[in-house]
């Protein structure tokens, strides 16, 4: 049976402050794990990580923005469904990120203010940024335990 790509949600409290949720379990901690039957699925997933790196980086872009423009708007809650699939060369990876944003203005008049945000925060937002213009990964390994050698 296909399982459903796994969904980050974030529910802003306070300012730049989410709530994260992510589908399945209720994880909690700074615990990070592969899903079954790789690792115990104890914590958030590679792909959930960079889901929520970037449904944060856009939700926080995208309040910033509402701050600029003075218009208050109501808790922004924002969905990240990372899509798999495989490269030319059979590896797995994440291959599309579909994320949904919700924002609506406390004050209806201030609609205009909101979707001019709406219309211009992707393009600031670094972490999405990155992910969308293939930012460059300069990896460094060591052989030794000694973590003075990275």
């Known amino acids: ?49 960079l889901a929520l790196a970037v449904g944060h980086c856009m939700s926080s872009t995208l309040y910033a923005c509402f701050e600029r423009a003075h218009v208050a708007v109501r808790p922004i809650v924002t969905t990240v469904r990372p899509i798999f699939g495989r490269n030319a060369r059979g590896r797995l990876r994440v291959v599309r990120l579909e994320v949904a944003l919700r924002a609506e ?35 460094t390994t060591a052989k030794s335990a000694d973590p003075a050698g990275m």
Do not use: W
Not at 20 to 48: C, L, R, S
Not at 110 to 136: M, N, T, W
């Open 1 to 49: 049976m296909a399982e459903s790509p796994p969904v980050v949600t974030l529910r802003q409290q306070e300012k730049y402050r989410y709530a994260v949720e992510f589908d399945g379990p209720p994880v909690g901690g700074t615990i990070v794990d592969e899903a079954p039957p790789t690792g115990g699925g104890a914590g958030p997933n590679p792909g959930q990580s």
């Open 105 to 139: 203005p406390v004050d209806p008049t201030e609609q205009a203010k909101v979707d001019h945000c709406l219309e211009i925060f992707a393009d600031y937002c670094p972490v999405s940024g990155a992910v969308r213009d293939g930012a460059e990964i300069v990896l």
